[in-house]
């Protein structure tokens, strides 16, 4: 007996899985074979058409129907919009291609890629671009070692007790006291720890576990020697009760 679809020709359904997290959006024929239907959903969830099980729920996430017999039609079922058909494949594990530990990998040699006339490293020594400038790299590199010695010598300028404001491009002005000048472990250069008279700032003084020096959470911050400027800065309050 011929089996007619008396309903529109296409459905779109919602695909979840054993085998991941994500949900997909589908569009199928109501004309196709479950047998078919599992073939293309064994390239959208990773699951083997041959173990996979197949059920429909609703968009209130109730059961309606298992989709059997690989030679019946999708549109024999009660498939709606939006609803959602779940693939079960008991011989697969959740996440289990997006493990890539156990994945041989292949690395091509150092001596046979700088053969290789079409590989980026290629592109950028044809064209001088990058580290392959010499040029630009020398120039990079004394402009670094500058900055380095600017940095430096403004340090020297700055000494542990001494009021400061600080101006960081962004950020709003910032007043407090010096308690740290000098090398720091969580980056390269000179850095200046300041107190600052207000909540402005990012930590108590201590990063990654290592103290710096002593403030209250969120009145302490590192900034660049450039950024901090010593002086007689009085706290702001003070300030405009002087101007009263």
Not at 76 to 97: A, M, Q
């Amino acid at each position: 007996m011929e089996v007619q679809v008396n309903t529109a020709p296409l459905v779109n359904v919602r695909v979840t899985s054993n085998v991941n997290n994500f949900t997909a959006e589908k569009r199928f024929d109501r004309a196709l074979t479950i047998g078919d239907l599992k073939g293309r959903l064994e390239l959208v969830t990773g699951g083997s058409a041959e173990n996979m099980t197949l059920e429909v729920f609703d968009e209130q996430e109730r059961p309606v129907c298992s989709l059997v017999g690989d030679e019946a039609l999708l549109g024999s079922f009660y498939v709606e919009e939006n609803y959602r058909i779940h693939v079960t494949d008991k011989t697969r594990k959740l996440g289990e291609f997006d493990d890539t530990s156990n994945v041989e990998k292949y690395e091509l040699p150092e001596d046979e890629y700088n053969k290789r006339n079409d590989s980026v490293r290629s592109f950028l020594l044809k064209n001088k671009l990058g580290k392959y400038n010499e040029e630009e790299m020398k120039k990079r590199e004394e402009e670094k070692e500058k900055q380095e010695k600017e940095e430096e010598e403004k340090a020297k300028t700055i000494s542990v007790g001494s009021r400061c404001e600080v101006r960081v491009q962004g950020e709003p002005t910032r007043r407090g006291e010096v308690m740290f000048v000098g090398k720091v472990h969580f980056k390269p250069g000179t850095w200046v720890g300041v107190r600052y008279d207000e909540p402005l700032g990012k930590n108590n003084g201590s990063i990654g576990g290592k103290r710096y020096f002593e403030c209250a959470p969120k009145y302490g911050g590192f900034t660049r020697p450039a950024c901090c400027e010593v002086g007689d800065f009085l706290p702001y309050d003070e300030e405009e009760e002087d101007e009263i």
